[in-house]
């Protein structure tokens, strides 16, 4: 996606026609306005050029926010310069010198006529000099105002009105007929008609325009401040983003700018210094607070061999370190473009809005000259009839509209990166709190992805400390993960592994060493049950072990048993928590992995899961998703290669922030934290999103719905309710900021407080389950078994096939319906024989 940022944006209809006229480039794909940080998200293979050419051309500037990111040097401090408030101190000037002259003119026009308030003799018996001051006044308001009549003619124009259009109109109206009204009195008081120059005094509109003005700047610098509140999240951490590096240099240490650090170049971080760029530890150890880039407040250890982050804090130890990721490429610079990207997208409910925003300022105009026309017909004043049109203008807002989503948007992505959840874009952030089903990924999501020793069993006679220290012993010299699992216990333990000979691993069996010249094996049941005695009690302890989804490993020496150690993929504390305030959420969850079907049961009841789907290859995660999508939007939470495919097709693909970049790659969200608690949060904060969405379309809506036919003068006749423009020009400039006001709310929004969640279940599409068992010829083992397998859970239509060799059968469990002769001749393709399907 390429970004620009466009300038001369008032509203809604601006963004509109800027959005409508990019889109009939040749070559763009889609075009995304965002009027809250005016920024230009556009997809296709046009160039830069012509999408610029055709911002102008709609009477508007664009440029490229590549080009002021090479003039900043890193993108987090050009995203900073472009989200920083530049229009509220302008704003505050402009009210600042309109609001000292407006006092002026309202002492005259209506303290003095209406209060009787003292003015200068020559004024008091002068009328005519009293109309000319109020002219020069106003005028000069309007001069410092110029913007709204600058920007709203040259919209009209291009025949794309917007917001200044109506602020122009109504104020140039009242202006241009007030001016009418002055030079009548003059020749009224020529002629000596002094009646006449009475009436006209009450016709001049002057304070109306002046005050209109005033009181529209005057909501605009208040949105202007708000607006620039619902971006501070994202710029309080951009202002992380180091400035300079301490990089060695030819043996000496020197201070360069950010810009000018490499790959490779070696740096070093003193205590209290943020890390400049992404690389590794060489040297040196320390706590790193990572909270900007993950939200977690607990620092994590550093030493040699691990990983840091841009942005990230020292806070302890000196380091030394090898930089790998520099400018944009670092973790700190992706976020801040993942979170720009997800502003410069709309939101799917955002078209309603754009859609009555492109006709908004038209249809207004037109209903302002109908008011004026019928109140003319019915027998009223020019005057009367003009000040209704006038009202009906500057009572309406299409701000209110644009801002609803966007505003709500950014807020909900500010609260997203606080808390280490990165929405990609503003669909995603809509979009996942509508999720029926969340499938999770067991190895690395609900668990922790490093296997754990879990009990310990020694065999009568024989202290835990002392097999512990046999295992470590015989283990240490082994590179299996199980191994790693064992060799931690024990230097949790503060044990000293002894040294051992003629150290043999036996591939699906076990290990072999000697130790002071006694044997030490370890290994499988089966396999120690070769070499050493296994009592019927150690027997069923290790079933027993393997039931609950551990893997026992037996160690005997000199051929005696010593004891069972078990170790398993242990679930994150937070896992069960996370899958309760789902299912509170009235979520279906369910795990999917490739694991055996025993200890995926294992896992899943002590998760919690509402359902265990086992044995699936990475091929088969896809087909898993794709089933479950017909049921309901679906969402899958992964972290390894094998879930890219998933992640993908997946309604809502999020991705754990430890896992690799393929998987991060392919999601739509990223959890930075990887905390499985993070996934209830990232829906709570979507709902309250959209639920905040809501509130703000229904105020726009409402609000002009309500206030036009105020203006207009409906009401006149049943009620009497007649508004005034200055008063309808005050009420256009607090609903936007009523919208945005509305839309901060979201940052004291509490991610984590699950006690307001609703409990409601979502009907998920039950589908008729349908079971065939297919009797198989050919099947000789158990790689016959997977082949098989494969082949049918790729059928769009099966869930999921149960393949035996031994028995000879096939159970496939179908969701839709499928003919055994596609069945048979999958099979068959395989060069298997099928004998029969029942």
């Keep these: 996606m390429e970004q620009y940022k466009v300038t001369g944006m008032s509203c809604a209809a601006c963004s509109a026609r800027v959005e409508k006229a990019v889109s009939k480039v040749d070559g763009v794909t889609s075009c995304s ?5 005016n920024s230009m998200g556009v997809e296709g293979t046009a160039s830069p050029q012509a999408v610029m050419a055709a911002v102008e051309a709609a009477g508007y500037g664009a440029a490229r926010k590549t080009d002021a990111a090479e003039h900043k040097g890193t993108s987090a401090a050009a995203e900073e310069d472009m989200l920083a408030d530049k229009d509220t101190p302008v ?3 402009r009210l600042i010198s309109s609001l000292v002259f407006l006092l002026v003119l309202m002492y005259f026009s209506m303290g003095h006529m209406m209060w009787g308030w003292p003015v200068p003799a020559v004024l008091a018996e002068d009328h005519v000099s009293m109309g ?13 105002n110029q913007k709204f009549f600058v920007s709203g003619f040259k919209g009209l124009i291009h025949r794309a009105p917007n917001m200044d259009t109506l602020v122009a109109l109504g104020a140039g109206a009242s202006f241009v007929y007030s001016t009418y009204a002055l030079f009548a009195m003059s020749n009224a008081h020529v002629r000596g008609d002094m009646d006449a120059v009475m009436g006209y005094m009450h016709e001049f509109y002057f304070e109306s325009a002046a005050m209109i003005l005033t009181l529209i700047t005057l909501g605009k610098m208040l949105e202007a401040y708000s607006k620039g509140k619902t971006t501070d999240a994202l710029k309080n951490l951009m202002k992380l983003a180091p400035k300079t590096a301490a990089v060695i240099r030819d043996g000496e240490e020197v201070e360069v700018s950010i810009e000018q650090v490499r790959n490779g170049d070696i740096f070093v971080v ?4 943020n890390i400049p760029v992404d690389g590794v530890v060489i040297e040196g150890s320390s706590a790193v607070n990572e909270s900007a880039l993950t939200g977690e407040s607990i620092p994590a250890d550093k030493e040699q061999g691990d990983a840091v982050s841009a942005a990230t804090l020292n806070q302890s130890g000196y380091l030394k370190c090898e930089a790998t990721r520099v400018g944009q490429d670092t973790t700190f610079s992706q976020i801040i473009q993942m979170v720009s990207d997800a502003a410069a997208t709309k939101a799917p409910i955002a078209k309603i809005a754009d859609k009555v925003s492109g006709v908004f300022v038209p249809a207004v105009i037109t209903i302002a000259v109908i008011t004026f026309i019928i109140w003319m017909l019915v027998g009223e004043s020019f005057g009367f009839s003009l000040s209704r049109a006038i009202s009906v203008l500057v009572i309406s807002c299409p701000c209110a509209l644009g801002l609803a989503t966007p505003v709500a948007i950014m807020v909900g992505n500010g609260m997203g990166a606080k808390h280490g959840i990165l929405f990609k874009t503003a669909v995603s952030l809509e979009e996942t709190g509508k999720m029926q089903t969340v499938v999770l990924d067991k190895t690395g999501t609900i668990t922790s992805g490093e296997p754990k020793v879990t009990d310990i069993v020694p065999a009568d006679g024989v202290e835990e400390r002392w097999l512990l220290q046999m295992a470590y012993s015989l283990e240490k010299k082994s590179e299996h993960p199980l191994a790693r699992a064992v060799f931690q216990k024990a230097e949790e333990a503060q044990l000293k592994a002894s040294e051992v000979s003629e150290f043999k691993a036996l591939p699906g069996n076990g290990l072999s060493a000697v130790l002071d010249g006694v044997p030490l094996v370890g290994g499988s049941l089966k396999f120690i049950s070769e070499q050493a005695g296994v009592t019927d009690e150690m027997e069923e302890k290790a079933k027993q072990l393997a039931e609950e989804g551990k893997t026992p490993l037996l160690f005997a020496v000199d051929g005696k048993l010593s004891g069972i150690i078990a170790v398993a993929d242990v679930i994150k504390e937070d896992s069960p928590q996370a899958v309760r305030e789902l299912q509170n959420m009235g979520i279906h969850v369910v795990m999917l992995t490739g694991d055996n079907e025993r200890t995926a049961k294992a896992i899943g009841i002590q998760a919690g899961v509402d359902e265990v789907i086992a044995g699936v290859l990475p091929e088969g995660k896809e087909s898993v998703i794709r089933s479950l999508k017909q049921k309901g ?20 693909g999020i991705a754990i922030g430890a896992g690799t970049d393929i998987a991060i790659d392919a999601a739509d969200v990223v959890l930075m934290k990887s905390r499985l608690s993070d996934v209830p949060a990232a829906i709570r904060l979507s709902r309250a999103t959209l639920r905040n969405i809501h509130q703000n379309l229904f105020w726009a809506f409402f609000y002009n719905i309500i206030g036009i036919p105020l203006a207009a003068g409906v ?7 007649e508004l005034n423009p200055m008063f309808g020009a005050a009420a256009m400039s607090l609903s936007s900021f009523c919208v945005v006001t509305n839309a901060l709310r979201l940052n004291f929004f509490n991610i984590r407080n699950a006690s307001k969640d609703k409990k409601i279940k979502v009907k998920i599409k039950e589908e008729p389950v349908m079971k065939k068992t297919m009797k198989i010829e050919g099947m000789m083992c158990g790689h016959c078994e997977a082949r098989v397998k494969k082949v049918l859970e790729a059928l769009p239509e099966v869930d999921q096939a149960e393949v035996s060799h031994e028995a000879g059968t096939a159970v496939v469990t179908l969701h839709g319906e499928i003919s055994d002769d596609v069945l048979k001749k999958t099979v068959e393709d395989q060069d298997y024989k099928v004998i029969s399907i029942e």
């Excluded at 003193?270 to 210094?273: C, I, L, N, T």
């Excluded at 939007?633 to 495919?645: F, L, Q, S, W, Y």
């Excluded at 009401?715 to 309710?721: H, L, Y």
Aim: charged letters at 15%; glycine letters at 8%; a positive charge.
């Design 91 to 93: 704003l505050k000037r």
């Design 33 to 37: 306005v965002s009027l809250l940080t």
């Design 633 to 652: 939007k679906t969402a899958m939470v992964g972290d390894g290669i094998n879930d890219a495919p998933a992640l993908t097709r997946a309604d809502m």
């Design 715 to 721: 009401w006149i006749p049943v009620f009497g309710w």
């Design 132 to 144: 000319l001051l109020q002219l020069l006044l106003t005028v000069i308001i309007m001069v410092i």
């Design 270 to 273: 003193r205590p209290g210094e």
